[in-house]
């Protein structure tokens, strides 16, 4: 049946810019899903390659084509999409990735199985230069208490439900976009994961880099917010080094005794529900090496101390 005739239950969006040689990989992928009731939206950004050229020769009805007539980089592509979809849920596909064929299916079974989870990603692994397992936590409150200092989805593979997002739109940044929409949601929301890997993600030469400058000065403006609307105190520069660090799994938090004595002071002076604050204190102290437990008990009788 044609989509005209129905509504489709997932939207699904591929922002694509100069997506040339692996945009075909990532549309088959999605084409070749077990849940067959969506619609495919791709969205060119002016690919100066031969995107549009195969972009124009696919005939599945299930395609949507859209075309910028300037470049709005990829959080405008991905805003573009989100303004045309008609499904249910919205998923997002990166054009260099590629999605399990059960990918659409698990994420919706998870989702119409528990109405009150908003938002939902799955595990998965990387391949091209680099290979590696992504893993993800399914719990709601763990997803929640640990947001603020952790990457808790696979963002290329977050699916949404439409409802939520009204008139947000991701965020006009160069760098970091998916991630600032992504974690501001699910700090709103309740959110789950798929447990198995139905995601594969490309690392090649033109990936976005999370130690490039730009990338940098991006995560010390996200996070000194998050800090503040999140935790609920006025950071220091250093405190705010200190939380991308450990977010991002710095090697950095090994030997840095100010990490540890900042995460005592988030634990205790940020705004968490006793079962956040409890679930935080397992994951910094099991985070952190022996060496620097010594620091963790001072600043916590410090900072303890104090309120």
């Known amino acids: 049946m044609a989509l005209k005739n129905c509504m489709p239950k997932v939207s699904v969006i591929i922002p694509c810019y100069n997506g040339m040689p692996y945009l075909q990989e990532a549309v088959e992928s999605i084409l070749r899903q077990t849940l067959t009731n969506f619609e495919l939206i791709i969205v060119d950004d002016c690919s100066t390659d031969d995107s549009m050229v195969y972009l124009r020769s696919l005939q599945d009805p299930r395609i949507r084509l859209l075309f910028h007539e300037m470049n709005k980089g990829e959080a405008g592509a991905r805003n573009t999409g989100i303004e045309a979809a008609q499904g249910e849920y919205i998923a997002m596909q990166d054009a260099d990735d590629i999605s399990h064929s059960e990918r659409l299916e698990r994420q919706v079974r998870l989702m119409d199985a528990n109405p009150e989870i908003a938002i939902?990603?799955?595990?998965?692994?990387?391949?091209?230069?680099?290979?590696?397992?992504?893993?993800v936590s399914t719990s709601p409150m763990i997803i929640k208490s640990l947001t603020p200092f952790k990457y808790m989805f696979c963002n290329p593979a977050i699916m949404y439900r439409r409802s939520i997002l009204g008139e947000k739109r991701y965020p006009a940044l160069r760098f970091g976009a998916d991630s600032a929409f992504v974690m501001s949601a699910a700090l709103q929301y309740k959110a789950s994961n798929v447990r198995d890997a139905l995601y594969y993600y490309r690392v090649h030469s033109k990936s976005v880099s999370f130690t490039t400058p730009n990338m940098k000065e991006y995560q010390r403006i996200f996070f000194k917010e998050l800090i503040q609307q999140r935790l609920g105190f006025e950071p220091t520069p250093q405190e705010v080094e200190c939380h991308i660090d450990f977010t991002l799994g710095s090697r950095a938090i090994l030997h840095n005794p100010a990490i540890a004595c900042y995460l005592i002071k988030s634990l205790i002076k940020g705004r968490h529900t006793f079962s956040q604050r409890c679930i935080l204190a397992a994951y910094f102290i099991g985070y952190l090496p022996r060496s620097v437990l010594r620091y963790i008990i001072k600043g916590l009788l410090q900072y303890g101390h104090k309120t």
């Open 120 to 135: 939902a990603s799955c595990a998965a692994k990387t391949f091209g230069s680099q290979n590696r397992y992504i893993r």
